[in-house]
């Protein structure tokens, strides 16, 4: 379940029809014609409107651009980029979403992340290079560059000269950690805090300032209800918000999938063709146990089921929360023409 920064991937790579935000109450038909276009047949009903698929297509690809300028510091910002890829079909459309971002003047080409878990799983190393090279060939089919990070490098000391000769006994120790874990939530939330170390390693190894994850609305929403359960909701300000700003290390992680639900997603998924790679996730190995992110996964998509508004009120409405540091909404000139009111109010 756990993924990048956090990130709640699904449990399996969905088709057109596998809703993974709860079964869609679906009107008794679609609209006769697209009400973006007008002019196309509807073939997916998007937040109560039925669009066509060239529109659907242009609604995911201009929120995911939003998102990535509400992430940056100032307008005048040059956005070279860690785009992190577990090859989850969240993270195969991400890479399939940024891969067309160099066509656009404010982002620098991207550089594609993957922290290397094999560890944790206790993978052969016949199993992990078969896996390493499945991603490495999907990452020069979009012509990027492909950095891997193994988890266990996290564990490295600052004065070791020779990583490969200590691998061995950094990957056992990393089994060790997890396995000591009293809980499956608290197994998760560690194994999601060792993944966003090593991309912070990795970051700042290549010395790029930004790291991309793929956590999508109902991600993040998940993430709200669970933490605040766990009593960490001073932090959550800053982990729901569009982009962290620098702390760590002087890097800072991008949420552009934050208006965006899994089930969005996944129809776009499904119908650019992509594909993803098969990879354990902590849910995979623990299937009879239910940890607090699960059982919260399963409160709110019943809500969304229910009030299909549910997902987006809750991020709206984290939105309003501050601590006063840490949180980077959207660029200042954005909220002034989204609110022109309170602008004429403070004249």
């Not at 359960?229 to 934050?258: C, N």
Request: proline fraction near 5%.
């Amino acid at each position: 379940m756990s993924g990048y920064g956090g990130q709640e991937e699904p449990r399996d790579d969905p088709g057109p029809c596998d809703n993974q935000d709860g079964p869609t109450k679906l009107p008794k038909k679609l609209s006769e014609v697209c009400v973006k276009c007008n002019e196309s047949k509807p073939t997916y009903l998007c937040r109560n409107e039925s669009v066509c698929w060239t529109c659907f297509d242009l609604i995911v690809q201009r929120k995911f651009k939003q998102g990535i300028l509400f992430s940056r510091l100032t307008r005048q910002e040059k956005m070279p980029m860690l785009v992190a890829y577990s090859g989850s079909m969240v993270s195969a459309t991400l890479l399939h979403l940024a891969a067309d971002l160099p066509n656009r003047s404010f982002i620098d080409k991207p550089i594609v992340g993957h922290v290397d878990t094999s560890a944790a799983f206790g993978l052969s190393a016949a199993e992990r290079d078969e896996f390493l090279s499945s991603m490495r060939a999907k990452c020069q089919s979009y012509n990027l560059q492909c950095e891997i990070i193994p988890l266990e490098d996290i564990l490295l000391e600052p004065t070791e000269t020779d990583p490969s000769a200590s691998a061995p006994g950094r990957r056992e120790k990393i089994r060790d950690i997890l396995n000591s874990s009293g809980s499956l939530t608290a197994k998760e939330d560690l194994y999601s805090n060792m993944i966003r170390a090593a991309l912070l390693i990795l970051a700042k190894r290549l010395n790029l300032p930004r790291v991309v994850l793929g956590n999508t609305a109902t991600d993040l929403a998940v993430k709200l209800i669970a933490d605040t359960s766990k009593g960490r909701g001073f932090q959550l300000p800053a982990e729901i918000s569009w982009a962290e700003l620098p702390k760590e290390l002087g890097i800072a992680f991008s949420q552009p999938f934050k208006d965006l639900l899994r089930t969005e997603l996944a129809y776009y998924f499904h119908m650019h063709k992509l594909s993803a790679l098969n990879h354990l996730t902590l849910t995979d190995l623990t299937q009879k146990q239910k940890s607090i992110n699960l059982l919260t996964e399963d409160f709110i998509l019943r809500l969304q089921n229910d009030f299909n508004h549910t997902i987006h009120t809750l991020l709206r409405s984290s939105d309003k929360l501050s601590t006063g540091t840490g949180k980077l909404v959207a660029p200042q000139g954005w909220r002034e023409a989204k609110n022109p009111s309170e602008k004429s109010k403070g004249g």
